[in-house]
């Protein structure tokens, strides 16, 4: 039987192999590193004396294609969150606090709840939001929205920045369209957030791992791909730093590495080339039971801070502006924004880890946007997936899996099997997390 072969163990690669899997190919996954989960993953630090995510990851119910991927390997009831799509949020310049909490059903009576939306905004503030629906390809979100606008600072300035890890000056008007098509405009019900009852890797990676193991897939850490070698229309031999495996036919190659090492492995792609930073601070302290699973701070250095077993963990994205700051004054700043969100004591600042992530995403810029190259390539038997493939969504959980099942959909093609379709993929279930059922 042909062999379908994966490299990279990210969250792509990793999608891919499962709907591979799933489909019955064989599947051989390779992977550089000693571990899988690439940039979502945990791991015990040990300062810290405690596992650790390399970042806060936030999804959201309308994250369809990841729910579809946690169902397939079993790890849906890993995620946890509110039984509601709500989202307390603080202003750290006033202190005042307000819940966003966007009704259940696609017409957004909640705009006019005063109760519901951010204080001090009209409904109409938020309509603003359809003229991305129109904007030009190379629009930023600020050359379409009004900065001045009641909304824009307590709400899509911070949404933008989530989603697209880039700051609304430079972030695609087109593409957070498209985030809030996916999430909003499907009403609140899109909208539930969700995390990780215990870590990345026990939602995205292990259960994954598992579940290929009992498919029969081969998995290879600490295999690194030096190069391809290639023939007119295809791919005939994988060179890893172990040894080469020659190609047969049928055999398909997914490449499921990062941007620039798959522009380094395969001649004249082109792939996003500017990156966006994010910096998380993690705090070993003891948390009120009952706090919310995460607050978002305006107007403070840090964005989001999300209670986790062992403490709190701060997110900041597009984080140009502290990327080089020490760790010790990150800490301090950052702490400060934590306690005030959680009404934790500023003293004594608790043990803490910095973690600096410069090329967390590529910079979703209408210029970068351009660069993003499609799931297939020149060669018939070599198929590209990651965050940076064209699947049309930001750099970022759901894009990443989106791109590892589209290159399992052509590999599949290729192998003569009918590719089923997303809507024939296991149905996603918003209802079937935890909470609801
Ligand atoms: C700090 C941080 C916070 C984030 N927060 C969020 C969030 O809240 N929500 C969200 O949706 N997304 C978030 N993201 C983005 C999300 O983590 C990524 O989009 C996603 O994990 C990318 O997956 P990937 O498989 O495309 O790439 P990667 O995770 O980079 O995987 C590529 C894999 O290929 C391996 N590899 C590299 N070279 C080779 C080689 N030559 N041979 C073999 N293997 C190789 C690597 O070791 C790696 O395991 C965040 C990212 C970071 C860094």
Redesign the pocket.
């Known amino acids: 039987m042909s062999i379908a072969h994966i ?8 999608a891919a192999a499962v709907k591979l899997a799933a489909k019955g190919r064989r599947v051989w996954l ?4 000693r571990h ?5 993953r945990s791991y015990l630090d040990t300062e810290l004396g405690c596992r650790i995510d ?6 959201l119910s309308g ?1 369809h294609q990841t729910l579809a991927y946690l169902r397939q390997i079993g790890a849906l009831d890993t995620l946890d969150g509110p039984p509601d799509p709500v989202f307390p949020f603080i202003d750290a310049e006033t202190g005042l606090r307000w819940t966003l909490w966007p009704n259940r059903g696609t017409i957004p009576w909640w705009i006019f709840s005063a109760k519901r939306r951010v204080p001090r905004t009209r409904a109409t503030d938020y309509l603003a939001i359809l003229a991305l629906r129109r904007a030009k390809l190379s629009a930023t979100m600020i050359e379409v929205l009004d900065r001045n606008d009641g909304a824009f600072r307590s709400l899509w300035e911070p949404l933008t920045v ?1 989603a697209l ?1 880039t700051g609304a000056d430079h972030a695609s008007a087109r593409l957070f369209w498209r985030v809030i098509e996916e999430t909003l405009g499907r009403g609140g019900a899109a909208c539930r957030p969700l995390v990780p009852c215990e870590g990345l890797s026990e939602t995205f990676v292990d259960p994954a791992l598992a579940w290929l193991r009992v498919q029969g897939a081969e998995i290879r850490f600490g ?4 190069t391809l070698q290639f023939a007119l229309d295809h791919v005939t031999e994988l060179v ?1 730093d172990t040894g080469p495996i020659e190609l047969s036919h049928g055999d398909s190659v997914v490449l ?3 941007a620039a ?1 798959a522009a380094r ?1 395969v001649p004249a792609l082109r792939v996003p080339d500017a990156y966006s930073p ?1 910096v ?1 601070a993690h705090f070993r302290c003891a948390v009120p039971a009952g706090s919310p699973y995460f607050v978002g701070i305006i107007g403070g250095a840090a964005q989001w801070v999300f209670r986790k077993h062992e403490g709190l963990s701060v ?1 900041v ?1 597009a984080a140009d502006r502290l990327v080089d700051q020490p760790a010790e004054e990150l800490r301090d700043l950052l702490w400060r924004d934590a306690a005030l969100a959680y009404q934790l004591p500023v003293h004594p600042l608790p043990p803490a880890r910095i ?1 600096k ?1 410069r090329r ?2 590529f910079l979703a810029s209408p210029r970068q946007l351009l660069r993003r190259p499609a799931s297939t390539t020149q060669w018939n038997n070599l198929l590209l ?4 493939v064209d699947t049309g969504l ?7 899996i989106a ?2 099942f589209m290159a399992a959909e052509h590999a599949l093609e290729l192998a003569g099997t009918p590719a089923r379709t997303s809507a024939h993929w296991p149905a996603p279930d918003v209802s079937n997390t935890p909470q609801e059922r």
């Open positions: 490299i990279g163990a990210g969250l792509a690669g990793l390779y992977e550089a590193s899988a989960g690439g940039r979502c390399n970042g806060n990851h936030l999804l994250n989530a890890n295999t690194r791909l030096r890893f499921a590495v990062p090492v492995l994010i998380n997110t994205s973690v992530e967390a995403t997936a990651g965050d940076y930001p750099g970022a959980i759901e894009g990443a791109s590892g």
